[in-house]
């Protein structure tokens, strides 16, 4: 009966992810950022606007997009180009850029919203004093997903986190300055998640002559 009961286990352990899609969440397309990004603009959807666009630049994990407080990324009256903020994951300081689209959104959104230097940048619509959670976070970015028309299951919260910094590498091949914006450890962390294939890199090679 023991031996039983074991094997049953270990059969649910293998089998957790059967008729599941698992891996990497694909990031998203310049078209597709700016599908998503009018349709806010015309649905004058200042919070959500804001937070997308941030999501974006700053390719922060989702616990730390809605960890942020006003004061992260302002500086009296004024949306700061560059921000710096510590990841709750590693403990560890990463910058980012603040583009003037989202400095904008982020100021139409403050104002809005009437938020003070102290409160979240993206509060609890239940209550202010509460950041809203990551699982609200990703609720709203599987709308956004899903007003464009891609499948869901395909993309998720990272997908945001992982736009840009694609985007980059693909463009410059530079991994270390992607590890640097992501604010990876090591280096091999950010060639997973990048998903870096052979192919990748053939490519990279073939597109430099001697």
Known sequence: MENQTKDQTQLTKCTWNKNKLIGQKSPLTPPQVWAIRVRLQLADHKRDLAMFNLALDSKLRGCDLMGLRVSDIQTGDDIRSRAKVTQKKTGKPVQ????????????????????????????????????????????????????????????????????????????????????????????DSTVKYLGVEVEDALALSESIEL
């Open 96 to 187: 980012f850029e603040v583009t003037k689209h989202t400095r904008e959104a982020l100021v139409d959104w403050i104002n809005f919203k009437e938020l003070n230097i102290y409160d979240w940048l993206f509060p609890s619509r239940k209550n202010r004093d509460n950041a809203m959670t990551t699982r609200q976070y990703g609720r709203v970015v599987k709308k956004w997903i899903g007003s464009i028309g891609l499948p869901k299951s395909s993309y998720a919260t990272h997908s945001l986190r992982r736009t840009k910094a694609t985007l980059i590498y693909r463009k410059t091949g530079n991994l270390r300055a992607v590890q640097i914006l992501l604010g990876h450890e090591k280096i």
